[in-house]
């Protein structure tokens, strides 16, 4: 599983006497405190096209904001005046970020070099940034769980799994074997194995979180801000079938407006929103 951390450059923070951030308004005032390019971004996020890029990301801030994306009649509403505050609110940390396109792997590349001071990304993107070898700034974070909007707090939660493949295995025989694999590969002994090995944020087990060998393996910091955002997680996305199609167009408009607000061009939030709800509208009338 996966969900939202805060990763920050704690001596920029000392240095400067800056409290952690605890909600959004704080968040963006750190952002800007920080923000001098090109030496120094305030934050990094996603902004390139998809549904599991920005549209992935965005979809926290949907819901801190308010909004969501359907209502309990199943019609698409992500172009309400709170997705509008919640597009306005990213847009401004678009502004503050090395590029308007960033893919998730941009934006860890960038905190893990040094040119940015605060970010929210996945918990598992820890293994990397406390790595000598890809990490210039791996003595010198700070980990929190994500700053709270007008609706609190929300980790956007992802399951990563192994399945039983129809076609690979054909035979009982087969299945029975690739269960037994799997049974074996995320048993409680081998995700500790996992932990003891140096990929231990690739687990699923409560008890493996809270074992003595992962807290001997990562900052007590850190340790507590997973803690906390897993209990705020929440799966903020459409789980139907057609979401990949509906997420996907709303990343393009998403993109065009991130570019555009980077660029200091005029742009349309409503229009973009509205444009996209009648494309979900679309597709799941068929």
């Not at 940390?93 to 308007?100: C, G, T, V, Y």
């Not at 399951?159 to 037994?180: D, F």
């Not at 990929?199 to 493996?208: I, W």
Request: aromatic fraction near 12%; proline fraction near 6%.
């Amino acid at each position: 599983f996966e969900g939202n951390v805060m990763f920050y450059r704690k001596d920029l923070f000392e240095r400067d006497g800056i409290a952690v951030p605890q909600t959004l308004d704080e968040y963006l005032e750190v952002v800007k405190h920080f923000h001098n390019p090109p030496e120094l971004y305030g934050t990094a996020v996603r902004g390139l096209r998809g549904s599991g890029m920005n549209v992935w990301r965005f979809s926290p801030y949907l819901k801190m904001f308010g909004g969501q994306y359907l209502d309990e009649n199943g019609v698409p509403v992500f172009n309400s005046p709170e997705a509008v505050k919640a597009v306005e609110y990213y847009i401004e940390l678009i502004k503050h970020s090395p590029s308007p396109t960033l893919s998730w792997s941009d934006a860890m590349d960038n905190f893990n070099a040094g040119k940015v001071a605060i970010v929210e990304y996945a918990n598992l993107k820890m293994d990397y940034t406390m790595d000598p070898k890809g990490s210039v700034v791996y003595d010198k974070v700070g980990y929190s769980k994500p700053a709270a909007g007008p609706m609190g707090a929300i980790s956007n939660t992802a399951v990563h799994g192994l399945g039983i493949s129809v076609a690979g295995c054909p035979t009982e025989e087969l299945k029975v074997a690739a269960g037994k694999f799997i049974g074996w590969f995320t048993s409680k002994e081998n995700e500790i194995r996992k932990v003891v090995a140096g990929s231990g944020l690739t687990n699923a087990r409560k008890s493996t979180f809270a074992s003595p060998e992962f807290a001997a393996a990562y900052p007590a910091e850190f340790v507590e801000a997973q803690v906390e955002m897993m209990k705020i997680q929440q799966m903020c996305i459409l789980q139907i079938p057609e979401w990949p199609e509906i997420g996907d167009y709303l990343g393009v408009k998403l993109e065009e407006l991130f570019t555009k607000a980077y660029a200091g061009q005029s742009y349309d939030i409503q229009a973009a929103l509205d444009d996209a709800v009648a494309y979900a509208k679309e597709v799941l009338g068929k």
